[in-house]
């Protein structure tokens, strides 16, 4: 059983966080809708299978995402997609946003110290399966 303090602390977290230059939520956002007005289900679940962001956000600033399993960290310029499918058996990713520095580990707490990076040529390769679309490519920083 599941402590209920663990679900309040889950409850208090916030469900977006903002700096001048970045944004992060878990899931997903919609460009034309201000972060406090955004559903919870659109913040914390909805996939890029089901809704590909089609153009960056008003504010300008940078996404930072995850909830949608990538081969390796997607990279498209004004949004970034961390998620690297650590309950798969992938890697966990964290991010400098400052740096651009990228670590990752596995669950046998093997580290990768060269992490690749997937740029995309277009959003709209994305829509359907993120995982190996042939507009991918890999690129170690």
């Given at each position: 059983m599941i402590p209920r303090r663990h679900f309040a602390f889950l409850e208090s977290c916030r469900n977006y966080f903002?700096?001048?230059?970045?944004?992060?939520?878990?899931?997903?956002?919609?460009?034309?809708?201000?972060l406090d007005r955004l559903d919870i289900h659109t913040l914390r679940w909805l996939s890029w299978r089901d809704y590909?962001?089609?153009?960056?956000?008003c504010s300008g600033k940078v996404a930072i995402v995850g909830h949608t399993p990538q081969p390796e960290v997607l990279d498209l310029g004004d949004l970034k997609c961390l998620d690297t499918n650590c309950c798969y058996g992938g890697w966990l990713t964290a991010l400098d946003v400052d740096s651009g520095q990228l670590w990752q580990v596995d669950e046998k707490g093997e580290v990768r110290t060269q992490p690749g990076v997937v740029e995309n040529d277009g959003r709209s390769s994305l829509s359907s399966d993120t995982r190996g679309s042939p507009n991918h490519r890999l690129i170690k920083p």
């Open positions: 903002e700096t001048d230059r970045h944004f992060f939520v878990h899931a997903n956002y919609k460009p034309d809708v201000p590909v962001p089609p153009s960056p956000r």
